[in-house]
């Protein structure tokens, strides 16, 4: 009997392929939830919650024994989305990546970079060609895969300085720089596609350019690279050279201060977007910084946040992914054009 139930498996599997298919596990609210609240003209609305991914169509040997394989996302401290759709995301608890491609219901979990184990992975960003850039805090580098999700390098070193906390990483498609914060360090980095320094700035400070333990950044349509500083409490903006172009923000428990400003993005109308952690909500800026908006507050319910941290403004899809960290999942809003 087992002789041709094995007979059986195999040729299921041969009838079907090898490579398994897989869905996005969402969750979806049953009511509409919009900010600001009816009757005001929508600006943000809630869309779903990414929970994980499941197998689905292609049998294989192991679900056939096991059952399908299901992953639940734990602790998602950052996302990227590509061209074509595919996002990444960083999750801390599971030391992993996350990588999804719709368009082939392709699932990879990444958790090796060559000899190395991920074991903090906090920040990651796609290129023009869907490598993926991979920072890791603890072991001090960004890894980088092809877009199958093959390891091909890491940066570390570089000109003779060494990465002490990499975290939030941003990409130039114009200028095909790759920029790394290194929030030890106090300072940013701009390098280049062969994994050299372009020009660095920052150091520890209050003044304009200076930083206290940035974390997050965000390169925009607009050629803008936004940075949160967050011991500084403020948002500063960058242009492609590096060269200071404005600051907002300040300590404080009113509407457009911050408490702990985390992941930062920007649309393609100009709205800037500020996670803070400790305030768990999306605060919403004009590109020259004043406050517009209030998304979100503390809680379990769709639209509130527990310790969220990293997000990411999808400007072909119109579409803003939070990381709400400690509900274990990524919070999916529709972005309403021309709204402000």
């Not at 192991?62 to 074509?84: F, L, N, T, W």
């Not at 491609?101 to 190395?116: F, G, H, L, V, W």
């Amino acid at each position: 009997m087992k002789f041709f139930l094995g007979i059986f498996c195999l040729a299921l599997l041969f009838a079907s392929g090898c490579a398994p298919k897989w869905a996005v596990n969402y969750e979806t609210p049953d009511m509409e939830i919009q900010w600001p609240y009816p009757p005001a003209k929508p600006v943000v609305k809630h869309q779903k919650n990414i929970k994980g991914f499941r197998e689905t169509e292609a049998v294989t040997l192991k679900s056939i024994i096991h059952g399908r394989e299901e992953i639940i996302i734990q602790r998602p401290s950052a996302i990227a989305v590509g061209d074509d759709g595919r996002f990444a995301i960083a999750d801390t608890e599971c030391m992993c990546v996350h990588l999804y491609m719709p368009s082939e219901q392709k699932y990879i979990m990444i958790t090796t970079a060559k000899n190395d184990e991920l074991n903090s992975p906090v920040g990651l960003v796609f290129d023009e060609e869907f490598r993926l850039y991979v920072s890791d805090s603890a072991l001090g580098g960004v890894f980088v895969y092809d877009a199958k999700g093959e390891f091909l390098h890491s940066i570390k070193n570089f000109n003779g300085i060494k990465l002490k906390r990499p975290t939030g990483v941003a990409y130039n498609t114009r200028k095909k720089l790759l920029y790394i914060i290194d929030t030890l360090e106090h300072r940013f980095y701009a390098v280049n596609k062969e994994g050299r320094i372009v020009f660095f700035r920052g150091s520890r400070g209050e003044g304009d350019g200076d930083f206290n333990f940035p974390t997050h950044a965000f390169w925009s349509d607009r050629d803008m690279l936004y940075i949160t500083d967050s011991m500084n409490f403020r948002v500063q903006a960058f242009g492609s050279d590096g060269k200071f172009m404005f600051r907002f923000g300040q300590h404080g428990n009113g509407s457009g201060d911050f408490a702990m400003p985390r992941g930062v993005a920007a649309d393609m109308d100009g709205v800037i977007y500020v996670v803070d952690s400790l305030f768990d909500n999306v605060q919403l800026f004009d590109e020259n910084g004043e406050f517009l908006l209030t998304v979100g507050g503390r809680g379990y319910f769709h639209g509130e946040f527990w310790l969220p941290s990293g997000m990411f403004v999808d400007n072909k899809s119109n579409t803003l992914y939070v990381c709400d960290t400690y509900n274990r999942r990524v919070q999916v809003f529709q972005i309403m054009r021309n709204r402000l």
